[in-house]
């Protein structure tokens, strides 16, 4: 069984192209909060409070099952008959208890930054997208993965450069009516089909950049079991 814990669709899809069958939860933590000196070290450090986060809710859910009246449980059982089997065991088993499982549990905590948070308006977001035309802009991301039955934790850090050839004012004008890039941080997604024709070169791996990036995931997984 595999947590994935982010909410990003992005990573989902691309943990779901891994071929893993997992479920979501998210740490719902104040990312902000979080500064280190270096992007390598905030991402470790924010995908470690993801963890630690989503491992206490995990706790919190079970003492409030174990105090739950009976309708709470039928409502367990419910989400089983619907697919939703291992949401409802995560609901009923502490950390502890993974321990009787057969199978390994393992928490999947991500984080990915760039010097330059989400665009606070159009017009920052219309400047980002310029900056990079004809330049060029750098993602550090990180992965971490925690056996919940043995305590085992480790992550790393990667990082993608990417470099760009002149994008048009037309094609920065339609992503900016478009919106998208307003949520995204830079403003950047690369693989956005407006965007696509002006990659002139990643430097690492496209996935890194959306999020997630493969092989180190399926690296510490390994490692993990």
């Known amino acids: 069984m595999i947590i994935l814990g982010s909410a ?11 071929g893993y069958e997992f479920t979501v939860m998210t ?12 992007p390598e070290e905030l991402v470790m450090a924010i995908a470690e409070a993801k963890a630690d986060a989503i491992i206490s809710k995990l706790e919190i859910m079970v003492n409030q099952e174990e105090d739950a009246e009976p309708t709470i449980l039928v409502a367990a059982d419910t989400l089983m008959e619907t697919s939703s089997q291992a949401e409802a065991i995560l609901l009923k088993l502490p950390v502890g208890h993974y321990k009787m499982d057969a199978e390994p549990t393992l928490l999947i905590t991500s984080d990915q930054c760039m010097v330059r948070e989400k665009p606070s308006s159009k017009e920052e977001a219309r400047q980002f997208i310029k900056d990079y035309s004809g330049g060029h802009a750098a993602t550090v991301g990180s992965v971490i993965v925690t056996n919940l039955k043995t305590g085992f934790r480790k992550g790393e850090w990667d990082k993608v450069e990417i470099y760009f050839h002149d994008i048009p004012d037309e094609i920065v004008n339609k992503l900016i009516d478009e919106g998208t890039v307003l949520y995204v941080a830079g403003g950047l997604i690369i693989e956005h089909p407006l965007i ?30």
């Open 8 to 18: 990003s669709v992005a990573r989902r899809k691309i943990l779901a192209e891994m």
């Open 27 to 38: 740490a719902d933590i104040d990312e902000k909060v979080i500064r280190r000196e270096k």
């Open 196 to 225: 696509v024709p002006f990659v002139k070169e990643v430097v690492g791996t496209t996935d890194s950049v959306m999020g997630l990036p493969k092989a180190l995931t399926e690296k510490l997984i390994k490692e993990a079991l």
